[in-house]
Every structure is written in structure tokens, then in C-alpha cells.
């Protein structure tokens, strides 16, 4: 398997994981705002990291 995409895939893990620990932590009841603002930046995180892979597995 190529580089980039085991690092695909401890991506889409890393967002399980996450998504587990927030549920567990009930962050989305107790810090709603806190909650979202971790949502967004992990979002912002993955897309940043997916385009660069991208762009990565396009130039070999």
C-alpha cells in the first residue's frame, strides 16, 4: 500500500476516534460551541490534508 494512502486511512480512523471521544466526553450536550469548533477544525484539518495527498499522489 502507497504512502499516501495508509495516511488516508489513519485519517479516516483519526476521525472515528475522534468522533468516539467527543460522543463519550458528551462535549455536543455540556460545550456546544467547543464541540463545534473542534467539528470544524478537524474538518478544515481533513480537507486541507486530502487535497495535499492529492495533489501528492497526482504528481508521481
Given amino acids: 500500500m502507497k504512502t499516501h494512502r495508509m495516511i488516508e486511512w489513519m485519517l479516516v480512523a483519526a476521525t472515528a476516534g475522534i468522533m ?34 492529492s495533489d501528492w499522489s497526482r504528481s508521481e
Fill in 20 to 53: 468516539i471521544l467527543l460522543k463519550e466526553l458528551h462535549l455536543g450536550v455540556t460545550h456546544y460551541n467547543l464541540f463545534l469548533s473542534i467539528l470544524i477544525g478537524w474538518s478544515l484539518l481533513v480537507i486541507f490534508a486530502f487535497r495535499r495527498l
